[in-house]
């Protein structure tokens, strides 16, 4: 009996941990213009994110003393992998859940009449340190503007707390809690946006 209880208390936390989900709401323009296209161009934007309670520049700043302080040299390593990750993680998973979870395909298409502006403007990393953990989340704004003309905004979405964190809880690495933040945002984008471009 303590066995059975013992794990219908462990499926119930399973349960919670992936019951919260990203928001996503249309903030103005009409997406009904979008009807029928089957590709979108995705861009991406970084430019006044903060970080935790910082903005990026200081959050990486200090991180990066921090770590060269401990080792030389292992600051400047996670501040180039910080970098490098939109690129080499992040920007592919979101892209990838994205198209998987919708009718509409996005990727580097420059020739297409829209283009898809994902706007980070928030990440909260999270962290794992064995005995505790808090899950990675980002923030984000969507544009569509018409690729030859960005002034020309279509439509702006809000796609709010889309948690990063991994199957079994092994998630030491900031990158990977990150990257699936931006999966959960791409797959739920994709399926909201789905609904409208169909």
């Given at each position: 009996m303590k066995k059975l209880r013992f794990l219908a208390t462990l499926a119930f936390l399973f349960v919670a941990s992936f019951a919260h989900a990203e928001r996503?709401?249309?903030?103005?323009?009409d997406l009904s213009v979008l009807k029928g296209i089957k590709k979108l161009n995705v861009e991406y934007d970084y430019a006044n994110m903060e970080v935790g309670k910082?903005?990026?520049?200081?959050?990486?700043?200090?991180?990066?003393?921090?770590?060269?302080k401990k080792e030389p040299g292992r600051g400047d390593k996670w501040e180039e992998s910080w970098i490098s990750d939109r690129s080499r993680r992040f920007e592919p998973?979101?892209?990838?859940?994205?198209?998987?979870?919708?009718?509409?395909?996005?990727?580097?298409?420059?020739?297409?009449?829209?283009?898809l502006i994902f706007k980070t403007v928030f990440t909260e990393p999270g962290f794992n340190i064995g005995i505790t953990r808090k899950?990675?989340?980002?923030?984000?704004?969507?544009?569509?503007?018409?690729?030859?003309?960005?002034?020309?905004?279509?439509?702006?979405?809000?796609?709010?707390?889309?948690?990063?964190?991994?199957?079994?809880?092994?998630?030491?690495?900031?990158?990977?809690?990150?990257?699936?933040?931006?999966?959960?945002?791409?797959?739920?984008?994709?399926?909201?946006?789905?609904?409208?471009?169909?």
């Open positions: 996503i709401k249309l903030i103005s323009g910082k903005s990026e520049r200081e959050y990486v700043a200090d991180k990066k003393e921090s770590y060269n998973r979101f892209e990838e859940a994205f198209n998987s979870a919708s009718n509409v395909q996005i990727g580097i298409y420059p020739k297409e009449k829209y283009t899950n990675a989340y980002i923030d984000g704004e969507v544009w569509i503007v018409e690729t030859a003309d960005h002034n020309k905004v279509i439509a702006k979405l809000s796609c709010e707390d889309c948690p990063g964190r991994t199957f079994g809880g092994y998630d030491f690495d900031t990158g990977e809690r990150i990257q699936e933040a931006y999966a959960m945002a791409g797959k739920g984008l994709g399926r909201y946006l789905g609904k409208y471009i169909d």
